[in-house]
């Protein structure tokens, strides 16, 4: 499957954005899908996992409550709801594909990546 990462931009502090990851592929609501980012000389973290019906979330504790992970299956396509961005969300935010396998914190895991899209949070 290939991923195609959207969505990212400068925004404010306080302010919101919704990045997108549109999936090619027939099997899309067989994958685990997960938000991942990294700043610059920083690793790459987990963000958030959807499980392949929506069903199921979880969150990185720095951004629960602030971020809303969802997909919509006859899209393709996964989303994330950032809302009270704050300056350390700054990064190159990434979505990730894993196979039937649940969902996983870890990035090693995935077997599909996006190539991300910058956000950018001001201050």
């Known amino acids: 499957v290939q991923l195609q990462a959207s969505g990212g931009g400068l925004v404010q502090a306080g302010g919101s954005l919704r990045l997108s990851c549109a999936a090619s592929?027939?099997?899309?609501?067989?994958?685990?899908m997960a938000w991942f980012r990294q700043a610059p000389g920083k690793e790459r973290d987990f963000v958030a996992s959807?499980?392949?019906?929506?069903?199921?979330?979880s969150y990185a504790d720095s951004v629960k409550g602030r971020f809303t992970a969802s997909r919509d299956n006859a899209k393709n396509t996964v989303y994330l709801q950032m809302n009270s961005l704050k300056s350390e969300d700054t990064a190159v935010y990434y979505c990730?594909?894993?196979?039937?396998?649940?969902?996983?914190?870890?990035?090693?895991?995935?077997?599909?990546w996006g190539q991300g899209t910058q956000v950018t949070v001001s201050s």
């Open positions: 959807i499980s392949w019906s929506g069903s199921s979330t």
């Open positions: 990730a594909a894993r196979y039937r396998y649940g969902s996983s914190e870890y990035a090693g895991v995935y077997d599909y």
């Open positions: 592929g027939r099997t899309f609501s067989s994958y685990n």
